[in-house]
């Protein structure tokens, strides 16, 4: 039996501007990633078996071929025959510690976990920029989760460039535990409500992607000023996530006076994360968010942010 376990961090967006469409369905993003370490575990075991099995004990995660996992190991057997019938399959523990369907892209750290992981067990030699444009077909998020750190991203999200490390900040998410948004009603609401404001010709879809690119938040990142990191959170699908669930507008609402270097909702939501500068602080603003709330459903993390994607476990 071979075995590896991989640490499959989440992200938080700095920055979600909506702007246009991108054809079947999609939208044409410009974003900023950045990941914390808030990780799921992911180990993957060679155990003799001829396909793969998903281990988890999150009560809300599928065990079968609709796991991103599983899907992400069934491209790999696809694209990898030969290794694929010289290794055999393997079976896939995710230890949960990233809330589901949390606007963290959980599910798409652990596809990407398992990209690297089979590269590695099966010995591949891929590239990141190989293991990525796989990952693209899995979902948008896949290619971020891979490398990871802090990145611009536009089309779908999956058009990756580096920035900086943001490495001196701190952030307390919170989330209530039986609140779902979908991620699809979010975006087709949004499309509803501010379709006619999207860039249709290509010029201009060049032109906002530009203005994210030569834009502010960028050079925020790029001379590590994480006052001005805080004050330029941005996330278009709050406009229409939080008018239609008041207990996340709310929470967002209860961090905006903790004394927070600034607040924003991650991703199509319902986590609002906020931004502190030392380990201390973020401490003192989930007790205060806490108890201002006072709510048992309501639950907490304090995460830092970090400098990659996947990394091995030790
Ligand atoms: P994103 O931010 O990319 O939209 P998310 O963080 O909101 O994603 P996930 O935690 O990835 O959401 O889960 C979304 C749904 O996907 C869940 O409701 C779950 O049923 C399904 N799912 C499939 N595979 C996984 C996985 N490995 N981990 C978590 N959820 C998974």
Redesign the pocket.
């Known amino acids: 039996m071979r075995s590896i376990s991989l640490l499959a961090p989440?992200?938080i967006n700095l920055y979600l501007e909506i702007i246009g469409d991108a054809g079947g369905g999609y939208h044409e993003l410009a974003m900023v990633f950045q990941s914390i370490d808030l990780a799921d575990v992911v180990t993957l075991r060679t155990i003799g078996i001829d396909d793969f099995r998903i281990r988890?004990d999150?009560k809300?995660?599928?065990l079968d071929n609709?796991?991103?996992?599983y899907k992400a190991a069934a491209l790999m057997a696809k694209q990898f025959p030969n290794a694929f019938a010289q290794y055999g399959g393997a079976e896939i523990t995710?230890e949960?510690h990233?809330?589901?369907?949390?606007?963290?892209?959980?599910?798409?750290a652990?596809?990407a976990a398992v990209l690297v992981g089979l590269d590695m067990l099966w010995q591949l030699g891929q590239t990141v920029p190989e293991l990525q444009q796989l990952g693209a077909r899995l979902?948008a998020?896949v290619p971020f989760c891979i490398s990871g750190g802090t990145a611009l991203g536009t089309g779908r999200g999956d058009e990756l460039e580096p920035l900086p490390d943001v490495d001196n900040l701190y952030v307390v998410l919170a989330k209530y535990r039986n609140l779902q948004v979908s991620?699809a009603w979010a975006y087709q609401t949004y499309r509803q409500q501010f379709g006619k404001t999207y860039a249709a010709a290509p010029e201009q879809l060049q032109q906002r992607r530009q203005r994210l690119h030569s834009g502010p938040m960028v050079g925020a990142i790029a001379r590590k000023d994480s006052h001005k990191i805080a004050q330029l959170l941005h996330n278009d699908l709050e406009k229409v996530v939080l008018p239609a669930h008041p207990p996340v507008a709310r929470l967002r609402a209860a961090f905006a006076t903790a004394g927070v270097l600034g607040t924003m909702m991650?991703?199509?939501g319902p986590t609002v994360f906020a931004l502190t500068p030392d380990l201390s602080s973020a401490e003192r603003v989930r007790q205060q968010v806490q108890n201002a709330l006072n709510d048992p459903d309501l639950d907490f993390w304090v995460a830092k942010c970090l400098p990659n994607g996947i990394q091995l476990s030790r």
């Open positions: 989440a992200k988890c999150a809300e995660v599928p609709t796991n991103l996992a995710i949960k990233i809330p589901v369907a949390a606007g963290l892209a959980g599910g798409s652990n596809a979902g998020d991620t991650s991703g199509s």
